[in-house]
């Protein structure tokens, strides 16, 4: 529930400046009158009107206003196209490309980061838990695209030497990209290794259908959903 209190020369005056504030309008929110004011004489013994105005936050709500607030912080002037759908929160940032750019960070880290403490914010509460996305320039859908095409060309380099690649430490949705784009190979696997956030992939040939030597080398690691080496 969020509940502010607003002052203007009448009523509507007052109501009006907690909607903007709030991003709201009137049939969202619950409306009391603190004070209703008064014109006084001449300028004289004059009082604001003032009202508190309350709202219930939905999850949308809840992942755009603290989106903005962190975009304010850092001075990036720009819109949200959000919506939500499924028990899913997806924002879209759009804005000058330069600008919007300084939410991506390097490799993804900044924009990873909002997405993790907006999810933070929006699940605080809920019973459900509720999924949050933030992308900005499709930078998801290129970063699947690169991964995919690194995954398939390390594994032909695998295929070829029958040497283990190690990939650079990935996050946990970048490494199950990489997993499911090769899950389908006859001959080669991926595990995981290694410790957050240095936690990286490595490609291998598969040992013979699934045999003792793969079994005391692999296990499953159904926390992360990935295959890892013991």
Do not use: W
């Not at 009082?47 to 709500?61: D, F, G």
């Not at 850092?74 to 959000?82: M, N, P, R, T, Y």
């Not at 991926?190 to 990286?200: L, Q």
């Amino acid at each position: 529930m969020i509940i502010i209190e607003k002052s203007g020369k009448t009523i509507d005056e007052a109501v009006e400046a907690a909607l903007i504030e709030l991003g709201a309008s009137k049939d969202e929110v619950e409306i009391e009158v603190i004070n209703e004011g008064k014109r006084g004489i001449l300028g004289l013994g004059a009082e604001e009107a003032r009202v508190k105005v309350s709202m219930e936050e939905n999850p949308l709500k809840k992942a755009e206003n603290y989106v903005s607030s962190i975009l304010k912080s850092f001075g990036i002037d720009a819109v949200l196209k959000s919506s939500y759908e499924d028990e899913t929160v997806n924002i879209e940032i759009v804005g000058d490309s330069e600008e919007v750019g300084k939410v991506i960070g390097r490799r993804g880290d900044t924009l990873d980061a909002l997405q993790y403490l907006t999810s933070l914010v929006v699940n605080k509460g809920e019973e459900n838990y509720i999924r949050v996305t933030i992308d900005t320039e499709n930078y998801r859908g290129k970063r699947e695209e690169t991964l995919k095409k690194l995954a398939k060309r390390m594994a032909g380099i695998v295929s070829r030497n029958r040497k283990s690649v190690t990939l650079e430490p990935m996050n946990p949705n970048e490494r199950r990209i990489i997993h499911s784009t090769l899950q389908e190979y006859k001959n080669i696997t991926t595990y995981s290794t290694g410790k957050d956030p240095n936690r990286c992939i490595v490609i291998t040939t598969k040992k013979k259908e699934y045999g003792s030597d793969y079994v005391s080398k692999y296990r499953y690691n159904r926390k992360e959903n990935e295959i890892e080496g013991v």
